[in-house]
């Protein structure tokens, strides 16, 4: 009780500042936390951005070179769909709680069309995991978050295996 007592008091003085630094303080505790904690969103992407960020299929078509720095998911989506809209807030909260860690793009299939049928997509939400090591692995269907976040930790995160 007086261990709570005592953090009470320190946190008065430290917030009850007539002279408005105690506010100041916070501020710039709050801005640190801003630029030292990773935030993340899906980001929306283009063909010309997915040669660049996740597989250039066009210079290497016959082998698999993966050009991201950290693992990725690629979520094929339209608009128009609604399986597509039940995940999107999932890989928002995903793309939140991993970043720094992995990057989750979306592509467009209806703008995207060439990229999409490179892929083969014929269903969606269509996603790709990328992995640092390994080949991509697919997954279609309006997965729920566990599951998502299941093939995050097995597919993108764990130790990859080499031959």
């Known amino acids: 009780m007086k261990k709570v007592l005592l953090l009470l008091g320190i946190a008065m003085a430290i917030s009850c500042n007539s002279n408005g630094e105690g506010n100041k303080s916070q501020e710039a505790t709050e801005n640190v936390a801003k630029k ?5 969103s899906v980001k929306h992407i283009t063909k010309a951005e997915y040669l660049q960020l996740v597989y250039n299929y066009e210079k290497n078509p016959k ?10 998911i690629v979520d094929f989506y339209a608009d128009w769909c609604g399986p597509c809209k039940r995940v999107a807030p999932i890989l928002d909260k995903l793309a939140a709680k991993y970043a ?4 989750i793009y979306k592509v467009d299939v209806d703008a995207e069309k060439d990229l999409a049928g490179a892929h ?4 969606i939400p269509t996603m790709i995991l990328f992995p640092m090591g390994g080949q991509p692995q697919v997954v279609q269907g309006a997965l729920p978050e566990d599951q998502l976040e299941a ?8 130790p990859q295996k080499t031959n």
């Not at 720094?100 to 990057?103: P, Q, Y």
């Not at 093939?151 to 764990?158: D, E, F, N, P, Y």
Request: proline share 6%; net charge positive; charged share 10%.
């Open 120 to 123: 083969g997509i014929q269903s």
């Open 36 to 40: 030292v904690l990773p935030t993340a």
């Open 63 to 72: 082998t698999f070179v993966y050009e991201g720095k950290i693992p990725a």
């Open 100 to 103: 720094g860690k992995i990057n």
């Open 151 to 158: 093939a995050i930790q097995q597919v993108l995160l764990a």
